[in-house]
């Protein structure tokens, strides 16, 4: 939820897509979801928006508000001058997260010092200022032998991070749990992962080009198959049944 329907569709660029949200988290709300998370993407125009957005998700019954850093990746790395805060706008947004922390989380009418909002409300709502970088240190590094989480493209696609222009498989060639079973949660201990998360120190790396690595969102991602090009040193369960065969 990127702020009022006008600087929504101002950065999504599709008409309509403001009240296709809202019906979004409505319908999930209706549909008996507890937890509903949106993510606010700051930008030059609609970050002044952000404490009049978060009220209105809590009114819709969000459970949780995601705010971080826009990323200078796809059209946000075409269009960075006319999109990307100032130093000064992100001091204020952070103030403005803090302020809504202290009345909700500290405040008189708090009732839970960890997620509780007013607890006369229909809904608490936590307020979060993420760091999109956090992830590719810890897990490239201290956590490398074990992921959290990953993600899955429209094509079947494995990813490690959409931060990173890599993908290591395709549920179209293979199961997930195939992927899981031959080393799918060490993915971050391939070196060539580990080479492309040690490059991103700041949100401002994204944005740089490398040489003879490709542009996340632009152009096509490193293809690596965990099964297919055996990194871990395992079989697959098909060469299992034919080992036993």
Not at 61 to 89: C, H, K, W
Not at 103 to 109: I, Q, R
Not at 110 to 133: H, K, R, Y
Not at 213 to 234: A, C, K, Q, Y
Request: charged share 25%; aromatic share 10%.
């Amino acid at each position: 939820m990127d702020g009022s329907s006008s600087s929504y569709e101002e950065l999504r660029r599709v008409k309509g897509s403001y009240e296709k949200a809202v019906n979004a988290i409505k319908i999930l709300k209706e549909t008996g979801f507890k937890e509903i998370e949106v993510a606010f993407s700051p930008t030059r125009w609609n970050i002044n928006e952000l404490e009049e957005t978060f009220y209105f998700c809590r009114e819709l019954g969000v459970t949780n508000f995601r705010v971080q850093p826009l990323m200078p990746l796809g059209r946000g790395r075409v269009n960075a001058e006319d999109i990307l805060p100032s130093p000064l706008q992100y001091r204020n947004l952070v103030k403005t997260i803090n302020k809504i922390k202290e009345k909700y989380l500290y405040g008189e009418n708090s009732s839970c010092a960890v997620c509780g909002l007013n607890p006369g409300s229909t809904s608490s709502t936590g307020i979060e200022w993420g760091d999109p970088i956090d992830h590719l240190i810890r897990f490239s590094t201290v956590m490398e032998h074990f992921t959290t989480f990953t993600g899955v493209k429209a094509d079947g696609s494995i990813q490690v991070s959409p931060y990173l222009p890599i993908t290591v498989g395709n549920i179209r060639k293979h199961k997930f749990s195939e992927y899981w079973d031959n080393g799918l949660s060490r993915m971050w201990e391939i070196p060539k992962v580990k080479e492309l998360a040690k490059r991103i120190v700041s949100v401002k790396d994204m944005g740089k080009n490398y040489e003879s690595t490709p542009t996340v969102w632009f152009d096509e991602d490193i293809s690596l198959d965990i099964i297919d090009d055996n990194l871990f040193g395992r079989k697959s369960n098909h060469e299992r049944n034919k080992t036993i065969v």
